[in-house]
């Protein structure tokens, strides 16, 4: 289907949400000719830096190259006078971020966690063979199409690597993704990182989904480093991990920002053993012994997704993805947005809570 890059071919339905450190709009547009939602990022490179000029570039490079059908395709990008707008396949429950702050605020349910990682292991699968690291692992980079299927983003960071050494800087402006980093890329140490921090970080955001926030959330960035790099695997909050007034050896109640009230379903719900070795596996200190993207997509908790018969999306309620037939209402709310290259200024970003590339930094949000 031939999506032009024209700004006249997109009817401008609503705000999702904000990206790029809040710099930037991602609209909910349809197509005008064939009637097909899509998300429209919206850059104002008037005031973007040369680092951000490259990142975004960097973006649509990579989005352009990678075709699989677990990350995110690239439709088309245009600019209009100094706006910059890149083209997406609207992406119906939007990020596992917006999942976990609007409808699941204690973790995602097990078997929903069970399908999304099998997807992204699938798409890591694929970027690393290619000779690829994502370098951006999160649960906002983790969109869910309306069929239930999951799709990576965040492809501003995704780097090559040579087999023969490993890389050893990190990506522009990481700070904001510190607490999913691998030790090995903290440590900035001559031995490098590889591929393999993307399995620590897939480990981290297994967390993450679980239990509704990532783990150090609240810890100090020194504290976090000195942990990791003693060796501290985070792991899954349930009744075998997490205990009601009692000091677990992990973090203060406060500290993980759970209830101290025992009807909490953190005392007592139970992960799956093999969602526990999972965790373990993903986020060991040494790189060397954690598995493989291929070797995950073998372990029996990814394996177990073959047998389930019913739809993720029955799982997914209350959450309602976006959709042809529940856009009108939304667009009916909105006047026409016109002339929104000067508008973006007035425009309130939390008129639909769908973030691209939601991203957490220590005790506030953006």
Known sequence: MNFEPDLKQYTMCSVLGS?????????????????????????????????????IQDEVYNTRQLMHSNIIPYIT????????????????????????????????PETVIAFI??????????????????????ASHILIRADGH?????????CSIDKRSNLHSLPLQSANNLNWFSPEMLEQNLLGYNEKS???SLGITACELANGFVPFAETDTTLMLTQKVKGLIPHL?????????????????EAIGIDSNPVSSVYTRMFSESFHNLVEQCC???SDTRPSATELLAHNFTKQVKKFNFKVTDLLRPAVPLLKSNVTEISDDLASVSGISQQLS?????????????????????
């Open 346 to 366: 007035d425009l309130d970003l939390l008129a639909y809570s769908w973030d691209f590339d939601y991203t957490e930094v220590a005790s506030e949000n953006y």
């Open 19 to 55: 990206c790029f450190s809040d710099r930037a709009v991602v609209f909910l547009g349809k197509h005008n000719n064939s009637g097909n939602l899509v998300a429209l990022k919206n850059f104002n490179l008037d005031t973007m830096s040369k680092i951000d000029c490259q990142l």
């Open 284 to 286: 060991q200190k040494v």
């Open 237 to 253: 909050l349930d009744c075998t991990t997490c205990y009601p007034y009692e000091d677990n050896g992990y973090q203060s109640e």
């Open 198 to 200: 993307d399995i620590y």
């Open 150 to 158: 999951a799709c990576l983003s965040g492809l501003r960071n995704i």
């Open 77 to 108: 990008s245009f600019l209009e006078k100094s706006q910059l707008y890149v083209v997406f396949p609207l992406m119906g429950y939007g990020s596992c971020r917006d999942l976990l702050r609007n409808h699941f605020i204690e973790g995602l």
């Open 117 to 138: 990682l099998r997807d992204v292991i699938l798409g890591l699968e694929y970027i690393h063979n290619k000779g690829l690291i994502h370098r951006a692992i999160k």
